[in-house]
């Protein structure tokens, strides 16, 4: 998919929320299209992803249909879109799917098969023990999983470095993990626009 094909999706999302269609809540993103696009280069079918609530980018460049993805939205699954069909799948919980990601590449490795996981974080994520404990794990037995850490500088809103502490940000294991740094294009959840239902 296009940068301009990923951002009029969300862009179609958004009015689907503003038109009362979707009762529940949603988290867009925007502004990272050019890095997802470049990271998922190197993704095949049989390659697992694991991502986060804000995850409807991530399962159109995994391939899974906009259509499909719609349908979810619009039946109040925003975050919680999975494909066993597409090996695709989300947690609302932050950092959920990362040792379920560790395990699935651990099966990998034991199997012996080519296949490899990307997995997802933000920035606050990121800064969890849950998260440095499986990249460390990962890392140790040189398992076939990426950690992806979406860095926007917030923690749902509150700026990162003032939540966790003003440091340079350290990536303890370079070979298994990347960050980006994006600007946040919507809002932390909704559109920033109240919505009246009837």
């Not at 651990?106 to 997995?119: E, F, N, T």
């Not at 966790?164 to 740094?181: D, I, S």
Request: hydrophobic fraction near 35%.
């Amino acid at each position: 998919m296009t940068k301009s094909e990923l951002f009029q999706f969300e862009e179609e999302i958004k009015e689907c929320f503003l038109q009362g269609e979707i009762r529940t809540p949603i988290h867009l993103v925007g502004g990272n299209e050019d890095q997802l696009i470049e990271l998922f280069k190197d993704i095949k079918p049989n390659d697992w992803v694991f991502s986060t609530y804000r995850s409807h980018l991530h399962a159109l460049l995994k391939g899974i249909p906009a259509e499909q993805i719609k349908r979810d939205i619009l039946s109040g699954r925003s975050m919680h879109i999975n494909s066993r069909e597409h090996k695709f799948f989300t947690s609302s919980i932050v950092g959920g799917c990362l040792p379920i990601a560790v395990g699935v590449a651990m099966a990998i490795q034991r199997k012996g098969l080519d296949d490899k996981v990307l997995v997802f974080v933000g920035d606050m994520g990121a800064e969890t023990g849950i998260f440095h404990e499986c990249s460390k794990y990962a890392a140790g037995f040189d398992l076939p999983i990426k950690f992806v850490i979406e860095d926007n500088g917030l923690s749902v809103n509150s700026p990162t470095a003032v939540t966790w502490g003003n440091h340079e940000y350290c990536l303890l294991y370079p070979q298994k993990v990347k960050r980006y740094e994006y600007e946040r294009v919507y809002p932390h959840q909704g559109t920033g626009i109240w919505v009246e239902f009837r």
